[in-house]
């Protein structure tokens, strides 16, 4: 009763009633002994299945319904997801390398340890991740062989099409971060946008007809939508749903962390409010209207959502650190309860069998 009562002051804000808080189960801490899965059937889309970092064994590592999946000295972080397994980025000694581990436990090393490996990007066949081998900033590699995209300033963040014929990324060639597109063998390459600040972050539709990013050149970062072929660049949303400022020679976000709905009719991102807390919001593509998904003095970042596009999962510090919850029809569920860390929940795909 003191938790709902609590709940619905922070959310009083809102002009929707609060979604209620009902936990989906308790995803003890992995140095317990062997954790039971966490109760996602009790969501109504059993048989969907998710993953996060977890930091309850100390060093960061992958869990998939509170069980991990990677153990070891070094930090295991959550990269991107297929139905057979996950990709994740391997930090010790400074450096970093990309593996895949498979969900019988295999592991697959598919880069040699550098000073980056950071993004991975996958439709679930084709995978193409950061590489800093070779001596530069970073370069876009496939598994299936042989680099991409090489230049001595850097190219990083990939993201592939569903259909796994082409790719957006960022690169710095010309000067400052601009988005590129390219075949997914690296052919083809071509400037996205032109602008003298920082465009980042590309997200392909799923249906391919737009890419989401992250600019600041309105001075504020915010979310903007550009066509594949560069034409048609406009904002995501037209309201100042969102805090960025230059401060002390830091420049602090103000929207980030977009991910698309599968119907590719919307955009799911988090915004840095003027309070300083970050906030689910939703905006529509076609009208640009956007929609509040919560609010509090707490942060909730990092969506991800599910095949069916009904459930939202999220980091939130709402009880005093980073758990993870998921938002589905107005119900508020949480997932994993820890003292330490649990952040960047992914939902698995539709079908995904462990």
């Not at 308790?26 to 996060?52: C, H, K, M, Y």
């Not at 971060?177 to 972050?201: M, N, P, V, W």
């Not at 594949?228 to 969102?242: E, F, Q, W, Y």
């Not at 939202?312 to 997932?335: C, K, M, P, Q, W």
Request: include cysteine; charged fraction near 25%.
């Amino acid at each position: 009763m003191k938790r709902a009562l609590l709940l619905l002051l922070a959310l009083g804000s809102c002009s929707k009633k609060p979604p209620e808080v009902r936990d989906a189960g308790v995803a003890p801490a992995i140095d317990a002994g062997p954790p039971p899965v966490v109760s996602i059937v009790t969501l109504p889309e059993a048989g969907f299945r998710l993953a996060w970092i977890s930091e309850a064994s100390g060093a960061p590592q992958v869990v998939v319904d509170g069980v991990p999946l990677t153990r070891g000295p070094e930090a295991n972080y959550l990269a991107a997801v297929q139905r057979d397994g996950v990709w994740v980025t391997q930090s010790a000694n400074q450096l970093e390398r990309v593996a895949f581990v498979s969900f019988d436990g295999g592991v697959r090393v598919v880069s040699a340890p550098s000073s980056r490996a950071r993004s991975v990007a996958t439709n679930g066949s084709v995978t193409v991740f950061e590489s800093g081998e070779g001596g530069v900033m970073s370069n876009l590699a496939r598994v299936d062989g042989g680099f991409l995209v090489s230049d001595e300033t850097g190219s990083f963040e990939p993201s592939i099409s569903s259909d796994g014929k082409w790719m957006a990324f960022v690169s710095s060639r010309d000067g400052d971060a601009e988005i590129y597109r390219a075949k997914s063998d690296g052919s083809e390459q071509q400037r996205l946008t032109a602008f003298h600040l920082d465009d980042l972050s590309p997200r392909i539709s799923p249906d391919g007809k737009w890419i989401v990013f992250i600019s600041n050149r309105e001075r504020q970062d915010r979310l903007f939508l550009i066509k594949p072929d560069g034409r048609g660049t406009k904002r995501l949303h037209d309201d100042d749903v969102s805090d960025s400022r230059w401060d002390a020679g830091t420049w602090e976000a103000g929207e980030a962390d977009a991910v698309w709905a599968p119907d590719s009719k919307s955009v799911v991102f988090s915004a840095r409010g003027a309070g300083g807390y970050w906030h689910l919001w939703r905006a529509d593509v076609a009208s640009g209207k956007r929609e509040r998904l919560t609010d509090g003095a707490w942060d909730d970042q990092l969506p991800s959502i599910s095949a069916d596009g009904k459930s939202i999962a999220f980091l939130s510090t709402r009880d005093g650190n980073a758990e993870i919850y998921v938002l589905r029809e107005g119900a508020l569920l949480r997932v994993t309860r820890n003292e330490t860390a649990d952040w960047k929940p992914l939902w698995l795909p539709a079908g995904t069998a462990l």
